[in-house]
């Protein structure tokens, strides 16, 4: 079966650091982009970014880009997304998800990984 | 960026009825870059349709994707109570963008 485990919730405090983690599994991990999307509780998807583990190529969303640092380990076939220094305002789900092999679009989603800061 | 908005913002429908979810974009997009996505309460997006009117596997018939251009929309021919929940499209281009989504509930 493909699919996509995220690590669990986590709670940090403003300015702490975090690194949550996507596993991909039952297809060639190496070979598909992962993308990771923001949703801040009862609003939309926003897309963060995306990675190809392949070579680590990365593309970022212009409001992401300079706040996350998405990386991957082909050995773990495993995706994170990373904070140096988390706000309030990163209160949210994160979702990773695969591009699809034979269409442009994610096909495969993970679980979801909440993230709440809090003083 | 393009922009993608989606209406009405929410649907009230009544099990049995049609749904027509519309989702335009400030410009153009290619047909093969614009997906939808079925969220349920407390789950995960799913694909339903890619390339606009493509339905991704286990997807049943009564999904249905079209239109071109900036203009897209994604039918639902008679709901059923699983279908209640939020659509969400997306252009997958060189910078992905979703819709601010179009949630169907029950009237």
């Known amino acids: 079966e493909v699919q996509l485990v995220q690590s669990g919730a986590e709670v940090k405090k403003p300015g702490e650091s975090l690194k949550i983690s996507c596993k991909g599994s039952g297809y060639s991990f190496s070979n598909c982009w992962v993308g990771w999307v923001r949703q801040v509780p009862g609003k939309g998807l926003e897309w963060m970014g995306n990675i190809y583990p392949g070579d680590s190529q990365t593309s970022y969303s212009s409001s992401f880009g300079g706040h996350v640092t998405i990386s991957a380990d082909e050995s773990l076939s495993t995706a994170y997304l990373q904070w140096s220094s988390l706000d309030a305002s990163d209160t949210a789900m994160y979702y990773c998800?695969?591009?699809?092999?034979?269409?442009?679009?994610?096909?495969?989603w993970g679980q979801g990984t909440l993230v709440t800061v809090s003083s | 960026e393009i922009v993608l908005t989606q209406s009405p913002g929410t649907l009230f429908l009544s099990p049995g009825e049609r749904a027509t979810l519309s989702c335009r974009a400030s410009?153009?997009?290619?047909?093969?870059?614009l997906h939808w996505y079925q969220q349920k309460r407390g789950q995960a997006p799913r694909l339903l349709i890619y390339a606009t009117s493509s339905r991704a596997t286990g997807i049943p018939d009564r999904f249905s994707g079209s239109g071109s251009g900036t203009d897209f929309t994604l039918t639902i021919s008679r709901l059923e109570p699983e279908d209640f929940a939020v659509y969400h499209c997306?252009?997958?281009?060189?910078?992905?963008?979703f819709g601010g989504g179009t949630q169907v509930e029950i009237k």
């Open positions: 410009q153009r997009v290619g047909s093969s870059y």
């Open positions: 998800a695969r591009r699809g092999t034979s269409m442009i679009a994610f096909d495969i």
């Open positions: 997306q252009h997958y281009g060189v910078s992905l963008t």
